[in-house]
């Protein structure tokens, strides 16, 4: 499962709310993640899968040059396409684990963004099942929760649950979407 959102969205954070430990490394500052990460992760009986901390869109450390590395990264992860078969987990040889879907990370805070608009055109052209979720809900106030999570709704098209890291607020939910993602089938 390959997180996608905009540099500072809480990508990281996330996955550490999820596993309810400290595994990837989070910052205040935006770009912090250069590299894909890929983290196993099991919640009870269910079976193993792999979170992708991709880098974020948006600002990048280092410039135009930086950005576009983060891009080509980016797509060549998911350019691999059928060649890359997903890895079980305790299998021998692999490689790098295929994307069994995408889960697009935007902020709360800021609805309908034309690089989070775009970028949820983008995943729907990856063939792999998504989803979009609000991260930071923690940050806002009652009123510009209803508020922003029609404006997503009207951006996107589709209902995009709001979730906080910080509070926990929305992860059974989130944990309800990861679970369906991984058994949807490709398109």
């Not at 595994?23 to 770009?31: D, E, L, Q, Y």
């Not at 983008?122 to 099942?129: D, E, I, N």
């Not at 991260?135 to 209803?146: I, M, N, Q, S, Y």
């Amino acid at each position: 499962m390959a997180l996608v959102g905009r540099s500072n969205v809480g990508k990281s954070s996330l996955i550490n709310a999820l596993v309810r430990r400290d595994v990837a490394r989070t910052s205040a500052a935006p770009g912090k993640t250069r590299l894909a990460n890929f983290y196993r992760v099991q919640r009870g009986s269910s079976p193993a899968f792999y979170l992708v901390d991709l880098p974020g869109y948006g600002y990048a450390r280092g410039g135009d040059a930086s950005a576009r590395e983060f891009n080509e990264l980016t797509h060549a992860f998911f350019a691999r396409g059928d060649t890359a078969p997903p890895v079980k987990v305790g299998a021998k040889g692999g490689g790098m684990p295929k994307a069994l879907g995408v889960l697009l990370l935007v902020d709360a805070r800021h609805p309908g963004l034309d690089t989070d608009t775009e970028a949820w055109e983008w995943t729907a052209s990856l063939g792999c099942p998504r989803a979009i979720v609000g991260t930071k809900v923690d940050k806002l106030t009652r009123a510009e929760r209803d508020r922003h999570a029609r404006a997503f709704h009207s951006a996107f098209d589709v209902p995009v649950p709001l979730l906080s890291a910080h509070t926990g607020e929305g992860l059974d939910l989130l944990w309800k979407t990861i679970a369906s993602l991984l058994n949807r089938p490709a398109a």
